[in-house]
């Protein structure tokens, strides 16, 4: 059976960092495109990251140069480093491979 799990969200002050990493199993993971969306409390799901197969990145606005994406296939792993990170930052986080599958999502904290 196919699961996403995400992992890595926690409470960080603003200006602080975190890393959310995503475990694949029961997947080909290797050729799938990858993203990260998340949803803050009262907004609509925000896509904020995509890594193709062939490791190419692109990056929401409200993200680019502050978080990185990034994949591991012989661990069947994928990432996203956040940095300098904002109070309107806070939400739950998902990742997946669009179409196919998303994790249950994890909670990212930013406050003082």
């Known amino acids: 059976q196919a699961h996403l799990t995400e992992s890595g969200g926690d409470w960080v002050q603003p200006g602080g960092s975190l890393t959310l990493s995503c475990a694949a199993s029961g997947i080909a993971f290797s050729t799938f495109t990858m993203v990260w969306h998340r949803q803050a409390p009262g907004k609509e799901r925000e896509w904020l990251a995509t890594?193709?197969?062939?490791?190419?990145?692109r990056y929401a606005d409200s993200v680019k140069g502050r978080f990185s994406i990034s994949r591991d296939n012989a661990k069947r792993t994928f990432t996203l480093h956040m940095n300098n990170l904002k109070e309107e930052d806070t939400a739950v986080y998902y990742c997946?491979?669009?179409?196919?599958?998303w994790g249950h999502g994890i909670q990212v904290t930013v406050s003082s």
């Open positions: 890594i193709e197969r062939n490791e190419d990145t």
């Open positions: 997946g491979a669009p179409g196919i599958i």
